[in-house]
Nanobody, 122 residues
Framework: QLQLVESGGGLVQPGGSLRLSCSAS????????IAWFRQAPGKEREGLSC????????NYIDSVKGRFTISRDNAKNTVYLQMNSLKPEDSAVYYC???????????????WGQGTQVTVSS
């Protein structure tokens, strides 16, 4: 059973950067498309970015385009989310998820990590 674990969250000042990691055990990530979602209190879970198993042509929602970069290292069984120019509205719990294809709908994904908190505040 594929298990995902996120890491790299924390407290950062506005304008700062964080790199989140999504590591896998019990399976290999190169069989999956991997997405990053986030959920802030009182808000719906929001898909941010997705990368297919080849790593080609990742997609992003408009609010993070140009600030966030998704990448993967299949040899390390890890997917990353580099987050730059962070804003207070980026504060949320961030999740990685795996599926056979990229989708903006969270229901597509049948493997999820436990989440990592990102707080952007001065």
């Amino acid at each position: 059973q594929l298990q995902l674990v996120e890491s790299g969250g924390g407290l950062v000042q506005p304008g700062g950067s964080l790199r989140l990691s999504c590591s896998a055990s019990g399976g290999t990530l190169d069989n999956f498309a991997i997405a990053w979602f986030r959920q802030a209190p009182g808000k719906e879970r929001e898909g941010l970015s997705c990368i297919v198993n080849s790593g080609d042509n990742p997609n992003y929602i408009d609010s993070v385009k140009g600030r966030f970069t998704i990448s993967r290292d299949n040899a390390k069984n890890t997917v990353y989310l580099q987050m730059n120019s962070l804003k207070p509205e980026d504060s949320a719990v961030y999740y990685c998820a795996a599926a056979s294809f990229c989708s903006t709908w969270y229901g597509t994904y049948n493997h999820w990590g436990q989440g990592t908190q990102v707080t952007v505040s001065s």
